[in-house]
Nanobody, 124 residues
C-alpha cells in the first residue's frame, strides 16, 4: 500500500512558476513509476508527466512538454513537478500517482495509487 500526499499548489499569475511535490509512504517507492495528472472542471483527467523508478526516464504530455520537468528523489520518497510559463488553462487539480506492473505510463490505468490532489490556479 502506498499513500501519496501532494503539496505546492496555489494561486500564481500567468507566466509564473510552481513546484509541486508528492510525498509517498512505504518502502517500495523506488519500485513504482510515478506520474502527474491534472483535471480541470468538466474535463477528463490529463496525463502530464511520468518518471521511471530506476532508469529515471521521463515522459511528458504534449500540452506541457517544454514547460514542465518531473524529478524524483528515491531517498526521500518524493516526486516533483516543476512547471514554468504557467497559463490560465493550466488551472486544474493536480494529482500524483504511483504505478507498478506494466502498461503505458500515459494512461491512468497504469497507476494503482493516487493522491488527493493539489489545486493550481493561474490568473491572467
Amino acid at each position: 500500500q502506498v499513500q501519496l500526499v501532494e503539496s505546492g499548489g496555489g494561486l500564481v499569475q500567468a507566466g509564473g512558476s510552481l513546484r509541486l511535490s508528492c510525498a509517498a509512504s512505504g518502502r517500495t517507492f523506488r519500485s513504482y513509476v510515478m506520474g502527474w495528472f491534472r483535471q480541470a472542471p468538466g474535463k477528463e483527467r490529463e496525463f502530464m508527466a511520468a518518471i521511471m523508478p530506476t532508469t529515471y526516464n521521463t515522459y511528458y504530455g504534449d500540452s506541457v512538454k517544454g514547460r514542465c520537468t518531473i524529478a524524483r528523489d528515491n531517498a526521500k520518497n518524493t516526486v516533483y513537478l516543476e512547471m514554468n510559463g504557467l497559463k490560465p488553462e493550466d488551472t486544474a487539480l493536480y494529482y500524483c500517482a504511483a504505478g507498478g506492473g506494466a502498461g503505458s505510463v500515459y494512461t491512468s490505468r497504469r497507476y494503482n495509487y493516487w493522491g488527493q490532489g493539489t489545486q493550481v490556479t493561474v490568473s491572467s
